[in-house]
């Protein structure tokens, strides 16, 4: 198979769905949650990309989350049991742990996802969640999660750091000591960035940093060179991202195509990005009549998603 020298694919995160059945006031995918069109990620397709890509790079994690994936936990089982199939060690999903009212039907999930070989389950429990999400019902599946054998951690978010003192993070401590009695580990460094509704509802927490527009992608936190690519998303529609970048559809292209031609010099948005980072960016998206204010902005990367968005036509 061709190899990319741009791509060096380690890592495949499958957005199965923008379908949820929380409401958080944290969350950063909120502008896109229970909207019309595709509703998840199809199974085959996801299934024919672990299989596809693990064959060509060296694939070491496979991660699904969401909206909520488990609303569709067929696509997540598909998922994780070709991974464990292909030898992929680290094979995680995130949830809240709120998909069904049926207890038998949460028992029989989590018994499933233990079949097929989920190595790490990230329970979202905290102040956000649990404002909209029962905690007796998570809590009951985290309980069958354990039963079935599913090493799991509660994953709670953070405004600003753990160590911040805020209402909220209050709240997600108390909120954590009511699972205490599952004796589960809890992730670290799960820190709020203000993005989609953490925007608009946690401000104040925040100090607004002057952003430097010319900073070079993998310079970052969570970012890479767009030459030097070690992680793909997929969305729920089918499109291949590189960062915040489309670069192809599972749906209408083959992902072994899609990564064999991959460069990011071919496309003008990459291009300005690679050449003046998102200074340059911002002036290509100007010259295509879509402005915007970087000062209202607190990441350079959220103003890069969303001008790669808009390009796009999203
Ligand atoms: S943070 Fe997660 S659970 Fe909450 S609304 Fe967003 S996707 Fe749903």
Request: hydrophobic share 40%.
């Amino acid at each position: 198979m061709n190899k990319n020298s741009f791509l060096n694919l380690n890592r495949i995160e499958f957005i199965v769905t923008y379908r949820c059945s929380g409401k958080c006031r944290h969350c950063s995918v909120a502008p896109k949650l229970n909207r019309g069109g595709q509703s998840h990620l199809s199974a085959d397709k996801a299934v024919q990309a672990v299989e596809t890509l693990s064959r060509i790079f060296p694939i070491s994690s496979v991660m699904t989350f969401g909206g909520e994936p488990l609303l569709y936990p067929d696509v997540v089982c598909a998922v994780h049991r070709k991974a464990a199939e292909r030898g992929i060690p680290t094979r995680q999903l995130i949830t809240n742990g709120y998909f069904s009212k049926d207890s038998k039907t949460v028992r029989r999930t989590a018994e499933s996802l233990a079949e097929a070989g989920l190595t790490q389950l990230l329970l979202s429990v905290d102040a956000f969640h649990q404002e909209t999400i029962p905690l007796d019902a998570v809590h009951h599946f985290a309980r069958c999660a354990i039963a079935a054998g599913i090493p799991s951690k509660l994953h709670p978010a953070w405004v600003v750091s753990q160590s911040h003192r805020n209402p909220y993070n209050e709240k997600t401590r108390e909120i954590l000591s009511a699972f205490g009695d599952l004796n589960l580990p809890v992730s670290s460094g799960n820190n709020i960035v203000l993005e989609g509704n953490a925007r608009e509802y946690l401000e104040a927490y925040y100090e607004r940093q002057p952003l430097d527009l010319s900073v070079k992608c993998g310079t970052m936190p969570y970012s890479a060179p767009l030459t030097d690519v070690s992680s793909l998303s997929i969305a729920p529609n089918g499109d291949v991202l590189v960062c915040g970048f489309v670069i192809g559809n599972l749906y209408t292209g083959d992902i072994a195509e899609i990564v064999s031609r991959y460069d990011p010099r071919a496309s003008e948005g990459m291009r300005a990005v690679l050449e003046g980072g998102v200074a340059a960016l911002l002036s290509y998206a100007k010259c295509r009549g879509i402005a915007l204010d970087p000062s209202s902005y607190w990441s350079v990367c959220e103003i890069c998603h969303t001008l790669a968005e808009q390009l796009a036509g999203g």
